[in-house]
C-alpha cells in the first residue's frame, strides 16, 4: 500500500508558499501609505490561503470542497488586490506580472484539485 503523501510535499503547498515570500520580498519597496493597508491584506490574504492549503489537505469529501471553494474565493480576491496595487502604483508591473503568474497556477492548481476531488 502506498504511503500518503504529506501536505507539505504538493504542489500547491510550494506555489502558495513562494507566493508569501515573493509578496514578502516587495514589502520593503511598498510605499508607506499602503504598506499597512492594502499590502499588509495581500501578505494576510496570502497566509491564510496557506493555512487552508494545509487544513484543506487533511479533509476528506464533502469538507474537502467546501474548503476548496473557499480556497479558490481567497485566489480570486487576491488577484483583485494584487490588481488594485498595480493600479495604484503600489507596485510595479514587473511585480504585478510576478504575482499574477504565481496567482494563475495556483488558481489552475485549485480547479484541478477541485475536479479531483469531485469524481
Known amino acids: 500500500m502506498a504511503q500518503k503523501r504529506s501536505v507539505l510535499d504538493i504542489p500547491i503547498f510550494h506555489k502558495v508558499y513562494d507566493l508569501y515570500k515573493t509578496l514578502n520580498g516587495y514589502h520593503g519597496t511598498i510605499p508607506k ?19 487552508r492549503v494545509v487544513s484543506t489537505g487533511h479533509l476528506v ?3 474537502r470542497m ?21 493600479e495604484t502604483h503600489t507596485i510595479t508591473p514587473k511585480q504585478y506580472l510576478a ?7 495556483i488558481g489552475k492548481m485549485v480547479g484541478g484539485w477541485l475536479k479531483f476531488v469531485a469524481h
Open 99 to 105: 504575482l499574477q503568474t504565481l496567482l494563475q497556477e
Open 61 to 63: 469529501g464533502e469538507l
Open 33 to 51: 501609505m499602503q504598506r499597512y493597508t492594502l499590502w499588509q491584506r495581500c501578505e494576510n490574504l496570502s497566509l491564510a490561503l496557506l493555512e
Open 66 to 86: 467546501q474548503a476548496l471553494h473557499e480556497m479558490s474565493k481567497d485566489v480570486d480576491l487576491l488577484k483583485v488586490l494584487i490588481r488594485l496595487a498595480k
